[in-house]
């Protein structure tokens, strides 16, 4: 059985890097450095001395965190034991085993962007369950106000899997999570906690149902909730009202948010409470679908390529830049370079089935109808035939 490199992540987040951000410095993809963390499999010699200088580590550090030590297994198991004598016995739960459920939620975060949501479900919805179930029997304060916070993260993840794995379709139950974590983060004034849940809720209005005004009204909701506590939050939010206003065609409002986002971005420091949301691409990759919105697709191609490939990813949010530069390239009548991408995309979302991934590639290949017949398209169609029958 695979044994979890915790120290190897908890590493990585002390650093400031979100899983994303560190695959693209070390040039793999996040699901690599998610299957390390996992202890599913191990970095490659040649790459280790790269994994030490970004961690800032000796030789022996490195090798004690790819190793971990048998005593370390003894650890983990007295967590187990503790949490499941904490579920038999709900009003004894203490702090020390809240932080370990939390722990879990958080590594289950971390492996998002590069696993098929669908397979992270059951475990997410065992977290939740086993929250709500000790907050329910908790007596101490401040080990209630802790699984509370629990809540909100577990809930948000349900929120997020469950939108995902339904290929962006289920708005109602995903919103109905998001909606219990935020209201259970203002229950202990967590503005960190509460954003991140309207933050989550604005990305259903705007690439779900598609409604530009309250996904606007969400996102500036959640860059209010957020200001001053998380520059990564507020830079995110001010990221999607961008896209709200270039889905409303105001460019210069867009571009507006798209320079308050980025000053954010500058502004992050050391103390950033959720450093591991953030990645050096994230602007680009939403300014370029800001440009395609606004139908400047030479302005949304010169960006989305900036980091459509900057690292050997087969990851979510890669597979939707992807898509998107396929699209620029056909409202330019570039057929050739459209397919590519198109390719590309298919090539991402194989792996991971990112609802976003699929729902860009779908309505690509929609916008490449007028051209079926030319046998670099009829390939494409092809291939995605394929793929939906595998699935």
């Not at 280790?48 to 030789?59: E, F």
Request: proline content about 3%; some cysteine.
């Amino acid at each position: 059985m695979a044994k979890p490199r915790k120290g190897l992540a908890a590493r990585r987040m002390a650093m400031g890097y979100s899983q994303e951000s560190f695959a693209e410095l070390l040039g793999v993809t996040p699901g690599t450095v998610g299957r390390w963390e996992q202890g599913r499999s191990k970095p490659e010699v040649w790459l280790q001395p790269r994994l030490r200088k970004a961690l800032t580590l000796s030789v022996q550090e490195l090798v004690d965190l790819l190793n971990p030590q048998a005593e370390s297994t003894a650890a983990d198991t007295a967590d187990t034991d503790r949490l499941e004598r904490a579920l038999a016995n709900p009003s004894r739960v203490d702090l020390v085993t809240v932080a370990e459920l939390r722990q879990r939620i958080a590594l289950l975060g971390l492996r998002y962007d590069g696993e098929r949501s669908a397979g992270l479900l059951a475990e997410a919805g065992q977290a939740l369950g086993q929250t709500r179930l000790l907050r329910e029997h908790a007596s101490e304060y401040r080990v209630k106000r802790d699984l509370l916070a629990a809540e909100a993260e577990a809930s948000t993840l349900m929120g997020q899997f469950v939108w995902d794995a339904s290929q962006r379709r289920d708005h109602g139950t995903a919103k109905k999570h998001f909606t219990t974590a935020a209201d259970a983060a203002r229950k202990i004034s967590d503005p960190v906690l509460e954003a991140v849940a309207l933050l989550r809720t604005s990305y259903v209005e705007l690439y779900g149902t598609e409604n530009a005004a309250e996904g606007l009204v969400l996102t500036e909701r959640a860059a209010d909730v957020a200001r001053g506590h998380s520059d990564v939050l507020t830079g995110l939010a001010e990221l999607h009202a961008a896209e709200a206003r270039a889905m409303a065609g105001e460019r210069a409002a867009c571009e507006r948010s798209l320079e308050r986002a980025q000053d954010h971005f500058g502004r992050i420091s050391a103390d950033e409470p959720v450093a591991e949301m953030f990645s050096e691409t994230q602007h680009d990759r939403l300014a370029g679908s800001c440009y395609l919105r606004l139908n400047d697709a030479p302005r949304a191609q010169s960006t989305l390529e900036r980091v459509a490939y900057q690292a050997p990813s087969r990851s979510k949010s890669r597979s939707i830049v992807l898509a998107n530069l396929s699209l620029a390239h056909i409202q330019q009548r570039e057929l050739d370079l459209a397919a590519a991408a198109l390719h590309s995309a298919i090539d991402c979302v194989e792996t991971t089935w990112g609802g976003g991934g699929l729902k860009v590639i779908f309505g690509a290949a929609g916008e490449l109808r007028p051209w079926r017949k030319e046998p670099v398209v009829d390939q494409v169609y092809d291939r995605l035939f394929t793929m939906m029958a595998a699935s």
